[in-house]
């Protein structure tokens, strides 16, 4: 099991990515690790944000697609694409990013409420904002994530 | 008081497999009697004592306090101050199965109350059960004992046998040689069970899960577990050797760094395997105790002999194996072995033996359960399955011995009420059988009548990896395991529009005469789009896939080669979706999903498929019935293919090519008492022989001239509706009044009237009425038919018995015959489907003019339905005979020519 922080105060890593032009960030206990392996089978009749199944040395893994998560269409693939390797609550799963950043630390005093004027999709994923000199970064809840696609795959099933 | 879960953790798993010996031992101290054996007793004191030692230390009194006055017992065994007879044995059984309750679910067990238990054991070891009872003949106690038995039926085997009595289904009894009286005990108990103790009900829910913490441990050999360890250390060894060569880019040694590394993960993978193998003992272990319970209940006399307890098999088979195989020994012991009595009178032993063994043949792992009981009657069990619909009568008079055994495994052969049993325990040998083909496996039975019966099963050595093929759709590679796939079809582009058609939408394959429902992989999990399509393959790559009732074609685009794989779990995401099994990691590190049989005909919702299939069948039937003649189709040498008309055939034997006998230049076949005369194809027309002998052979029968004949046919192909285009000049022969195309062969359609009279003149020498009419005196016909083939057949059958035909094209040129000619027309014979003037229009029309109104008609119809003879019979028709049978046909007009 991975230790899992649930501290709301104290200094925690997160790595960041990108959705689109947004920028995120997830707490790294979570992060396994991140490659460029985007060789996938795809599952037919599978739910759309289920973007297909990889190999990950000997373990098949499920690679599920970040923009269809956020409510964005798919988008083609690119050379900054990057595969983030996320285990949360038992469940070892891929995350298709536009793309990886920085390694940050944040004290969580320095952690905003999400702004209001979100949407419903994103309101439920993202745990706060925290604010660098030039950026945004929108903190996603690795569990919330894991959560809806889940539900999608249940609503649809 | 339970403080330290570890311990006692601990406890249960040591004293579970304790317990799970002293059963055995308890049976084999009865089995010796007074002869007792020192050792064996000591082994159970000393498993029964430290369970005992245990549970005083963590405070369990309940356990403590019962497993002392087991001990008590054993003690005076021990010291020969006590003879194991049955009844002593039974309560120690019982107290030993309590034991093991209350070790299950040792967090409750101090709250039980084991007083009975305990007292039963008290009054054992005080002597005052009574010293005739104890010292006695052990076996008729056994059966004095039942009913003190059934009133204390505490324990879940007695419940379950009771459930098992209740259930047995009439249908296996009635079909067995010498149906097992009805199980007396049951029903003449002598009381309604009295009032259970209240542990009962909870000892028989803990029998049911039994040893569920013992379940997730394996016990693995030390030894085994060093060479684990001996080789990761040489993974390690390898994978540095492997990092380091390539760090440096030598490219020298790689290779060989590679074959090490091949090597040792092979035999790491192979190793790793044999920790998850067990004996199949511990399944076998309980079978001396059924066959010893059940027997006793039946009033029955039963040894059970076993073998091969050494023979290990994967972890998961053992365990799913335990309910198919109890079901199979009880299902001996029920309906295999007879009463005493009966087999006295059959001259075999009283004592019934049952003989289960296991042992390894050809990578795999048999079991065998045999008994030297009263066997099954092929004839019975086919009766049976007719009679419940399961097969039609013309499959049973086909079937041989082994397929009407078979038939035990149908679904729907035994009763509904076994297979809906409430007790959960799969009962019904249809389940028996899904079972163990769920786990790779294959089941089959031998029996001969009153000698006995084997059941014989093949059993993978492991399910971690399952032989599987794989194919290829749209760029995608699956895997389909190899035990569901019961053939693979190829149809070329040029057989596509022969091969599947479609009925009500949906797509069919014709497969040996048979519609099989055709599933398309690509739209059934929706892999390509309709635009797509145009990328499908010319030709059909078809898997026929087979699991329980289900059968159906699927087909993909390419099949690539057979592979080993090692099942991996889905994760959540996916694992829901009904067509998957699971995924596999092919050579190339490709991730192929696996696909599930059933869950594929689910989602395509095959089952209405399959049935709309049935009905279109009949439909089709029906609006072709005019059109269309039922051949049958084989093969004497497999490049050329012939045809018989099924009107014709009476039946087909399958028989062995050594029953043929020749005599003088016949070909006989002795059966059912009579010979039957054969021919061969080759015999009578220019056709080659057959290429190979083979060991099994078909017989068509038919009737001629009152006497059945039969035609070899050594390949059977098909059965199939067809239309007739014949063409009637190009191969024409005695006996070949026509061919065509059918299957891309050249079809002979064969005469059998006339290949019999070329063979055997003389069978037709009695018909010669016909010859004593003078030539010119020959009644003349007036044959309306618009198919030219037919019409030339039934013409020169006709003037080859001495008629003289007039022939029409079709009933308008007919009735322009007939107003002209009238005078000389003895007969009409009209066909009924012609343009222009159909056969019934022709008929009203003659019937309507005075000079033909008295004019016999004879109606030729390929299958003509009650409906149609009746209208026929209004129309004036008087009779109607079968196209392609001349024998009938020159009957009919004998008979109505005679009446005029």
Redesign the interface.
Known sequence: MTKEKKTTSGVVQYTTFYCDQSLLGLDISFVQEINRNL?????????P??RG???LR?????M?DLRTLMGLPKSPNTIRNRNLVLKCEG???GLWVDGVADILTIDSQDITPAPSNLSLVESRLIRGVYQTENKLVMLVEPRELLAA??TG??AA? | MFQDDELIHEFVVESSSHLAEVEGQLLQIEAAGADIDANLVNTVFRGIHSVKGAAGFLGLTVVNALAHSLENVLNMIRNRELIPTSPIVNAMLRAADQLRSLVDNVASSNSVDVSSFVDELEAIANGSLSEAEVVGDPHQHAIENSGFETELATDSYINDDVALLKDCDPAPEAVVAEPAPPPPITKKAPSPPVEKPSMNQQSGNSQAKQARPADAFVRVNVALLDRLMNLAGELVLSRNQLLSAVSLGAKEGLENIASRVDQVTSELQETIMQTRMQPIGTIFSRFPRVVRDLSAKLGKECSLEIEGNEVEVDKTIVEAMGDPLTHLVRNSVDHGIERPEQRAANGKLAMGTIRLRAFHQAGKVCIRIEDDGGGMDPAKLKAKAVEKGLITGEQASMMTDGEALRLIFAPGFSTAATVTDVSGRGVGMDVVRTNIEQLGGTVDIESTLKQGSAVHITLPLTLAIIPSMIIGCAGERYAIPQSSIAELVRVPQADMEAKIGRVKGAEVLRLRGALLPLVRLDSALGLRTVDEYSERPKSANILVLETGQMRYGLLVDTLHDNEEIVVKPLGKHVKELGYLAGATILGDGYVALILDVVGIAMQCNLRNIESSVKDAISDEDAARAEEVHRLLLFANHSTEQFAIPMAMVARIERIKASDVRVVGNQNLLIYRGNSLPLLRVEESISALPPEESLANLFVIVFRIADREVGLIAPILRDIRDIQMKMDSKTLREPGVPGATVIDGYTTRLLDLVELARARHPDWFVSEGIVEAVEPEEMPTILLAEDSDFFRNHVQRTLESDGYKVVGAVDGQDAWEHLQTIFDDIDLLITDIEMPRMNGLELAKAVRSLAATSNLPIIALTSLASEDDQARGTQAGIDEYQVKMDPARLMDAVRRMLAKT
């Open positions: 060789d996938l089978t795809r599952v037919p009749l599978g739910h944000c289920v199944v990889m190999n000997g373990e098949v893994v499920t599920l469940e070892t799963f696609s889940l795959i249940r099933a």
